[in-house]
């Protein structure tokens, strides 16, 4: 009976170009079973899944695994010349097959089915566990949505049977039913799978959680609730650790001032007697004393170094609760003002039209399976694209965060992008505000390009909040996409500060729980159902 799988890292080391340690020494042996993956934005998840696919070689270390390594990124894209046979990987074979069965007798032909006679069979089967049965092999990979293209592209690894299965977030586009199915793939897969996700559905069913952080990598045994519960244990424990280390610094300054203090009222007794005594004597003494008190101080002063460096580290060791806390009156608008109307308005990759009408600072949530139009709809509000039918008018000002934003000059520094979007506001009470944004000191220089994508997501919010004239108005596609724990949780804070109105797309249920939404719309191929804020979405 041949041995399990098991993926072996072994002293792993990645650097940046600047020498700094993305991924620092790691060592781990994970067996069949289901893996989660978590850690700050920026902390080297997709990094560390990169290197143990192989698409990226470490500066030092390596990776082991007996047979394949399928990994699905996270925002899979999907080339203008693929259809979705070739998306999945079976084009040539598909072909081939098509052509023997039309009498070919060509060897070519043979050769490119190997083994493979059952491939249309089993596509056809995973593309109906995944809900995309009806998925034509020849359509064009460009025209899927985010969806499809996430579930398609996990169909096509699947098919070549891999022993270890790496996914970067791949619940971020995808509606309820579609991460229902999922999920049930996923809990059939009988090898290595390890999945980095803020996903709670996803990760409360995993067998083992790894934290990335400050380069390290820790293992939890049990699901993401007894992740968290040995969190909380260790993080009581660090702050416990850091306010006794605290206490020791002040007691060793203490120490070395009364020290100083004694030490100052003996050199005046010592000047005092030096006078009634010959020059040579008290020389003498004055060199003994000054050599013992030198020796105290110096203890004194190791000893405070010491308790310092142990209160760093002790510090070090508290995780950072750091939270967004502003105040945007200038986004207030009153109860009665119109905001948004939308009459009929239907888009070009839409299936029904929407009749919409915002006032005063409500909180409305559009909903519904992939493929419905959610963001065409979004973008023929904003402008951005044209409708086909109808007629939407956005009345106060507004921003919109798109789905997948890039930054427009990635060179550009986050201070500079919202110093652009609000140009004459006070340059100091920009950096004012972002720092309440977390980005602190040093940080606010940093070019957009070089933040992770959960950073870019909390600059971009940043900026929209913090443009002039306000938004009084906030539109948001899938806001949480590439955000970890504490980027949902800085997200929430941020638009609770915000007193105008919200129209936000998203799949995100615990997120939209937190957001206290007037309403939410459900869309769907039939129809448009309104329904109260506290209606779970589907």
Not at 156 to 172: A, C, F, K, Q
Not at 471 to 487: C, N, R, S
Request: one cysteine or more; aromatic letters at 2%.
């Amino acid at each position: 009976m041949p041995s399990p799988t098991t993926l072996g890292v072994t002293d792993l080391t990645v650097r940046r170009p600047d020498g700094v340690p993305i991924l620092d020494g790691l060592t781990f042996t994970l067996g069949p079973g289901r893996h989660g993956l978590v850690g700050d934005n920026g902390a080297g998840k997709s990094t560390l899944l990169a290197v143990l696919a192989g698409k990226l070689a470490p500066s030092s270390g390596g990776v082991h695994v007996a047979g394949e390594t399928g990994l699905l990124p996270q925002d899979p894209a999907a080339d203008p010349r693929l259809t979705v046979a070739g998306l999945l990987g079976v084009e040539q074979t598909v072909t081939a097959l098509a052509a023997i069965e039309r009498g070919s007798v060509r060897p070519a032909d043979f050769d490119a089915v190997g083994d493979d006679w059952d491939v249309a069979e089993r596509v056809e089967a995973m593309l109906d566990r995944v809900g995309l049965a009806d998925l034509a092999l020849d359509r064009p990979a460009t025209s899927l949505s985010g969806g499809e293209l996430v579930l398609t592209s996990l169909v096509g690894l699947l098919l070549r049977r891999p022993s270890v299965l790496l996914l970067d977030e791949p619940t971020n586009t995808l509606d309820a039913r579609a991460r229902q199915r999922l999920v049930a793939v996923l809990d059939e897969f009988p090898g290595v799978l390890v999945v980095v996700s803020h996903d709670r559905g996803l990760l409360a069913r995993v067998d083992s959680v790894g934290e990335l952080r400050g380069g390290r990598l820790g293992w939890y045994g049990g699901n993401l609730e007894h992740y968290e519960q040995a969190v909380a244990v260790e993080q009581r424990a660090a702050e416990q650790a850091a306010s006794t280390a605290r206490a020791e610094v002040r007691r060793r300054r203490r120490e070395l001032v009364d020290q100083q203090t004694k030490q100052a009222r003996r050199d005046r007794r010592g000047r005092g007697r030096a006078e009634n005594q010959a020059p040579i004597i008290a020389h003498a003494e004055k060199r003994r004393a000054q050599e013992t008190a030198g020796r105290l101080t110096a203890v004194h002063r190791d000893r405070l170094e010491e308790a310092r460096q142990f209160a760093g580290e002790a510090e070090r060791r508290v995780r950072d609760g750091a939270e967004i806390r502003i105040d945007l009156p200038d986004t207030r608008v009153p109860a009665r003002r119109e905001v948004l109307r939308a009459e009929g308005l239907a888009s070009a990759h839409g299936a029904v039209p929407l009749d919409l009408m915002l006032r005063g600072p409500e909180r409305v949530a559009l909903t519904g399976p992939n493929g419905v139009g959610k963001t065409s709809l979004l973008r023929c509000l904003a402008g951005e694209e044209r409708p086909v039918g109808g007629t939407g008018e956005i009345l106060v000002p507004h921003q919109m965060l798109p789905q997948n934003p890039t930054p427009s000059d990635p060179g550009r520094s986050v201070l500079e992008a919202v110093r652009a979007a609000a140009p004459t506001a006070d340059p100091a009470r920009i950096r004012h505000q972002l720092a309440l944004f977390l980005f602190r000191g040093e940080e606010v220089h940093q070019p957009v390009g070089t933040l992770s994508g959960g950073e870019q997501r909390r600059a971009r919010l940043a900026r929209l909040l913090l443009a002039d004239p306000a938004p009084q108005l906030l539109i948001l596609d899938e806001p949480t996409d590439d955000l970890d724990f504490a980027g949902v949780r800085h997200l929430v804070q941020a638009l609770r500060a915000h007193q105008g109105a919200l129209l936000v797309v998203s799949h995100d249920e615990d997120f939209l729980e937190q957001l206290a939404l007037d309403r939410r719309l459900l869309l769907t191929r039939e129809g448009v159902e309104e329904r109260g804020g506290d209606d779970a979405a589907s």
